[in-house]
């Protein structure tokens, strides 16, 4: 059975890696130390403002950074959300499973960086498929999440039906991508969200052990309609969590 810590790296590692990085020593190092809690939070996000010369300042820049450089901004990005996604495991989030709980994930990975970080978009937005319009993103959400209630979000399925819980996880994941209704950084603020709801129904998702490739594709499919390939990845790298 794997260690909090090493899970908890292991997510990080993934989050990295599906956006086209790598983990790499120093990185790894930086993590394990705030996860082991002898490096501070706020400490970590100073220390790496300072390495990069970034600070904080009024522009009318979409990042707080006022970075008008795409590189550049993504390297931050992922840099400062994974620091705040570390602490997500530290300091867990308080509140019962709604849809403030998932605005308050985004929140609390992207507020560094992003004003807008933890409302939904009100801007149209597509990648190799268009999203949902944003008017309609609210009352999407909103059913979504009825049908998690009325479901006890996913507590209450037969038990050990694992097959019919990982579709139904999949069903969800597939949805939110579909709606798509931060700005910025969808998938990694979906994910963790789906984690909390796989943990809270007993099962672990290793991550790290799946294709980041393999998932996009899955996640594209799924947006069409398709789960069955998402249905795959996680059937792959979720376990009850007596056996992970």
């Given amino acids: 059975?794997?260690?909090?810590?090493?899970?908890?790296?292991?997510?990080?590692?993934?989050?990295?890696?599906?956006?086209?990085?790598?983990?790499?020593?120093?990185?790894?190092?930086?993590?394990?130390?705030?996860?082991?809690?002898?490096?501070?939070?706020?400490?970590?996000?100073s220390n790496y403002e300072a390495k990069m010369g970034i600070s904080k300042k009024k522009s009318n820049?979409?990042?707080?950074?006022?970075?008008?450089?795409?590189?550049?901004?993504?390297?931050v990005d992922l840099a400062l959300s994974t620091i705040r996604t570390a602490e997500l495991f530290l300091s867990p989030i308080e509140m019962d499973f709604s849809v403030d709980y998932l605005k308050e994930i985004h929140?609390?990975?992207?507020?560094?960086?992003?004003?807008?970080?933890?409302?939904?978009?009100?801007?149209?937005s597509s990648m190799?498929?268009?999203?949902?319009?944003?008017?309609?993103?609210?009352?999407l959400v909103d059913d979504l999440f009825?049908?998690?209630e009325t479901n006890a979000f996913l507590t209450k399925l037969e038990e050990d039906d694992d097959e019919d819980f990982i579709y139904e996880l999949a069903y969800v994941m597939g949805e939110l991508?579909?709606?798509?209704?931060?700005?910025?950084?969808?998938?990694?603020a979906i994910r963790f969200f789906i984690t909390q709801i796989a943990e809270k129904a007993g099962y672990a998702?290793?991550?790290d052990s799946a294709d980041p490739a393999q998932l996009l594709e899955a996640s594209i499919a799924s947006i069409d309609g398709d789960y069955q390939a998402l249905v795959d990845v996680l059937d792959e790298v979720t376990f009850p969590i007596e056996e992970d």
Wanted: glycine share 8%; no cysteine.
């Fill in 107 to 124: 929140r609390r990975m992207f507020s560094d960086i992003y004003a807008n970080a933890g409302k939904f978009r009100s801007v149209s």
């Fill in 146 to 148: 009825w049908k998690l």
């Fill in 61 to 75: 820049s979409d990042n707080l950074y006022g970075i008008e450089d795409e590189e550049l901004l993504g390297a």
């Fill in 205 to 207: 998702i290793r991550w």
């Fill in 128 to 139: 190799r498929t268009e999203f949902a319009s944003p008017n309609q993103i609210d009352k």
């Fill in 1 to 45: 059975m794997r260690s909090s810590l090493e899970a908890q790296l292991g997510y990080l590692r993934f989050s990295i890696e599906s956006e086209g990085e790598e983990m790499g020593e120093s990185r790894e190092d930086t993590y394990s130390e705030i996860l082991s809690e002898d490096v501070d939070v706020a400490e970590a996000i």
């Fill in 177 to 188: 991508e579909a709606i798509h209704p931060f700005y910025d950084g969808n998938g990694r």
